[in-house]
T-cell receptor
Framework: GAGVSQTPSNKVTEKGKYVELRCDPI?????LYWYRQSLGQGPEFLIY????????DSGLPNDRFFAVRPEGSVSTLKIQRTERGDSAVYLC????????????FGPGTRLTVL | GQSLEQPSEVTAVEGAIVQINCTYQ??????LSWYQQHDGGAPTFLSY????GLEETGRFSSFLSRSDSYGYLLLQELQMKDSASYFC???????????FGKGTKLSVIP
């Protein structure tokens, strides 16, 4: 079966623009996570979905960041009024249940804000 | 909050054994995980410890001491392909998010 996929693989945008990043989790995985990773750092948690609902959004840095998962499968991370500090690799992960002990990561979207 | 400490870089010889340590501070603890990430690649799960002791999976083993807030990843019979960054990550009690360390860059040399 296919792994976690993310599109686009690279996104270059200008400061102030709006971007959407998409994640397709492994089929049947109910849990979905978004992280972001800056160079030389570990992944930093953003938000966790269980099914369609955001069970934990405590990692979202501010209200410019929003994520949805309307049908409990594909998720979209939305960033408004992008800033240069938003530049990072945005990683999506999924897991089969609520334990989250083993998370399967996608290849990430590299976001560059000019 | 949660914080993790691990060495930033380790170099080891092909065929040797290397241990990567991780200490953590957390307000609640559920388990310690290890992930491998090659340059430009996705993190991939290696192991998980919820209880004290050693877990072995092939060439990789992971150890946890909850009383010492300490764990390590042991890689045996090192191969060149093991050159990568290794992250420890904790899951707090009542939480589903993982908090990652900054990673240890392992370089395997001939």
């Amino acid at each position: 079966g296919a792994g976690v996929s993310q599109t686009p693989s690279n996104k270059v945008t200008e400061k102030g623009k709006y971007v959407e990043l998409r994640c397709d989790p492994i089929s049947g995985h109910t849990a979905l996570y978004w992280y972001r990773q800056s160079l030389g750092q570990g992944p930093e948690f953003l938000i966790y979905f269980q099914g369609t609902g955001a069970a934990d959004d405590s990692g979202l840095p501010n209200d410019r960041f929003f994520a949805v998962r309307p049908e409990g499968s594909v998720s979209t991370l939305k960033i408004q009024r992008t800033e240069r500090g938003d530049s990072a690799v945005y990683l999506c992960a999924s897991s089969p249940g609520t334990s989250g002990n083993e998370q399967f990561f996608g290849p990430g979207t590299r976001l560059t804000v000019l | 909050g949660q914080s993790l400490e691990q060495p930033s870089e380790v170099t080891a010889v092909e065929g040797a054994i290397v241990q990567i340590n991780c200490t953590y501070q957390t307000s609640g603890f559920y388990g310690l995980s290890w992930y491998q990430q090659h340059d430009g690649g996705a993190p991939t799960f290696l192991s998980y410890n919820a209880l004290d002791g050693l877990e072995e999976t092939g060439r990789f083993s992971s150890f946890l001491s909850r009383s010492d807030s300490y764990g390590y990843l042991l890689l045996q019979e090192l191969q060149m392909k093991d050159s990568a960054s290794y992250f420890c990550a904790v899951r707090g009690a009542g939480s589903y998010q993982l908090t990652f360390g900054k990673g240890t860059k392992l370089s395997v040399i001939p």
